[in-house]
């Protein structure tokens, strides 16, 4: 799709982290699972529904974990603390304010500590296929740790290109009901995602996690939603995470497929109470389609909060032409005042 563009920022200590954004509408951070790869992914047959049902009406706004797909690889700290650190940045980096959050597996991990160290900021928490606790931190089911060590032990010595047997039986984890394109699609994600080494690395962090406490001092609304036959992240920690965050709503879902199939019902129902839970543009977008090129220029930079000064710098116009444009950028929107245009243009997904 159009406007995919990958950028770079750089992290508090120099990373450079990649990140997308597309489609329009309020903006939605969906977080990344460490098997992420921004390029691949808009082509990956397991993702695209994901992306499709999110850019048809959102500002998604995705990146790539420091160590894997785009986003700097060779890094001397690799830790879950890097991970928010690195969420915090993107955040900095686009002037979000406010915003909605989709964390999907670990990335609901760093999605909650990010939301106990900033409330206020995450408007709406959707958690899927989520957990509070990595499977060394976990007593039910059992066997965890024994799995996680097992785990560990098939990255280290299978995450080769040439052990197709191993590459296979680690992506039926994730769409066991998938079609062989889809099972292929895991397989080019995994190898394109990282190396053998940062792999084991990242496999490592994840299951140290253990986010409880920060999970109890959630205020935001958050949805939880999860498969009843996970084998990525079982059930019970759907239901810890809907149990420990305060006022959370729980879903749970039928189906085996840690990342659902466009066709089966159960991807139905979580879009439907998806769409329902999370923030819907007021504005009108007929009205925004009628803004010329330049015009959406000017508007995207008087949400960033520029004056006409700045933005005329900018765009290498005078402030007097800038005045022109927002004149007819409030006629066009039926805003009296600036500040009215500032509020319905980031409702639509302007600023980012």
Not at 27 to 46: C, F, G, I, K
Not at 84 to 96: A, H, M, S
Not at 145 to 154: D, G, L, N, Y
Request: charged share 25%; with cysteine; aromatic share 8%.
């Amino acid at each position: 799709m159009p406007g995919r563009k990958v950028r770079y920022f750089e992290s508090f200590d120099g990373a450079q982290i990649a990140y997308a954004i597309s489609g329009s509408g309020p903006p939605v951070v969906l977080m990344p699972s460490w098997l992420t790869h921004l390029e691949y992914q808009d082509r990956s047959v397991a993702w695209q529904p994901w992306l499709e049902v999110l850019e048809s009406r959102y500002t998604l706004v995705r990146y790539d974990p420091r160590g894997c797909g785009m986003s700097e690889r060779d890094v001397s700290d690799l830790s879950f603390e890097t991970w928010v650190r690195d969420f915090e940045g993107l955040v900095e980096k686009l002037g979000l304010e406010q915003f909605a959050t989709i964390g999907i597996c670990q990335g609901g991990a760093v999605a909650i500590n990010y939301a106990e160290r900033n409330p206020g900021r995450i408007s709406h928490l959707i958690l899927y296929g989520a957990y509070a606790r990595g499977r060394n931190r976990r007593s039910s089911p059992p066997l965890e740790p024994e799995k996680a060590r097992v785990m560990i032990e098939m990255i280290e010595l299978g995450w080769r290109d040439s052990d197709r047997a191993f590459m296979r039986s680690f992506a039926t984890q994730f769409q066991p009901e998938g079609s062989m394109e889809h099972l292929s699609s895991w397989c080019e994600l995994q190898r394109r995602a990282t190396c053998a080494r940062n792999a084991v690395e990242l496999t490592r962090i994840m299951f140290e996690i253990d986010i409880s406490r920060a999970a109890e001092r959630i205020t935001c609304p958050t949805l939880v939603a999860h498969g009843d036959r996970d084998a990525v992240a079982p059930v019970e920690e759907g239901r810890f995470l809907a149990q420990t965050i305060p006022n959370a709503t729980f879903l749970e879902l039928d189906t085996p497929n840690h990342l659902m199939l466009r066709g089966e019902p159960a991807w139905r129902v979580f879009t439907e109470a998806m769409h329902e839970f999370l923030p819907t543009a007021t504005a009108d977008k007929a009205e925004f389609s009628a803004l010329t090129a330049r015009e959406s220029e000017v508007l995207h930079l008087v949400a960033r909060g520029l004056d006409n000064h700045a933005i005329g710098a900018r765009l290498s116009i005078t402030e007097k032409t800038v005045r022109n444009h927002l004149s007819a950028i409030l006629d066009k929107l039926g805003s009296a005042t600036r500040v009215e245009a500032v509020v319905r243009a980031r409702e639509a997904g302007y600023g980012i």
